[in-house]
């Protein structure tokens, strides 16, 4: 075992962080669930104790930890380089790597950092909560255990902590709980000129023969079934925002679409009458292609929405595609196409 991860740790180093999207792998229909990890972290602490007792952690300095997690081999894997500085110079760092054993079908985890040596460990969750119970040895002997507990808050914000520590045997002090926060990329951010022309662009009224990617609450109709759909979008509080009023099927949907200042992120808020919510952030691509991720909400029901994709503007007609999971799970690709009502 620690001959093959030796293996994947030099073959990541050289490949790197590949920026493409490849074909899934075998292993990624369990890693999947672990998606919401993928991006870069960072979390701002004061540290409250002498936890594992790694050099420089000590009670009062002030730490800054950054984490950016990768697909690899073909979402096989999932890599992780991270960095922990205390009062501005490199305390801790390294890189590890989440995997499936083909015998157990556990979810697996393996830790290479500074510190010399390696270390196992066993991703499990319960609810919301996810666990990692690992151990490992330095390259001075020094053994280490404990559990490492990953709860996401939200799309953009997860908890941590470590409990159960020991360093050669002896129990060490719990963590505290460490907030972290996902790093917005500046190429994923809004200015408020970026928010003035897509709100031009959706401004008016518009028309579509949709198909339905997932058997949704309050429709009559299920799966595949086709059904005409309509858009209606206004401009509100002095162009601040905008009003999307929509129907489709059986079920009407009210939105709102602003820029969040203190993110730069375009975001829009949508409640339908079955009770789901959702909420997208948007940004600029180009003049006529608008990126756009879930960032909240789900069906009335309880599964929870996720997805990335793109709204593309071309003449005078609208398209709004992407891939969308529903409760974890992949669900059909959008296509939805909409024709702008009373063009020339």
Known sequence: MFSSALVLLAASMVIGQAGEDPKPGPDYEQLKAMEWMIGDWEAD????????????????ARAHSTNSYYWMENKNYIGLKFRDEIDGKVAHEGFEMIGVDPQSRKTVHWLFSILGGWGPGEWTVEGKTWKLKWAGTTGDGTKYEGVSFLVPIDANTHTWEMK???????????????????????????????????????????AGKIKFIADWPGQKLGRGAEVLAYRDCEWTVDKKAIRI?????????????????????????SVDTSGSFLELELWKKSDHVYGWRVAGGGTVDGRAFGGVGE??????????????????KDIDPLNDVYSRLGAQ
Not at 179 to 203: G, H, I, N, W
Not at 245 to 269: C, F, N, W, Y
């Open 245 to 269: 009023s929509s129907t489709a099927g059986t079920s009407t949907s009210h939105e709102i679409m602003a820029l969040d200042p203190v993110s730069k992120k375009i975001r829009l808020i």
């Open 311 to 328: 709204w593309v503007f071309t003449g005078q007609e609208k398209t709004i595609k992407g891939k969308v999971t529903l409760g974890g």
């Open 45 to 60: 602490y004061v540290v409250a104790s002498p936890g594992l007792g790694l050099d420089g952690f000590k009670p009062g």
């Open 164 to 206: 159960e520590c020991k360093k050669n045997g002896k129990p060490t002090p719990d963590t505290p709980i460490v907030t972290y926060r996902r790093v917005v990329r500046a190429e994923e951010t809004s200015t408020p000129e970026d928010f003035r022309q897509l709100a031009e662009l959706c401004v008016g009224r518009w």
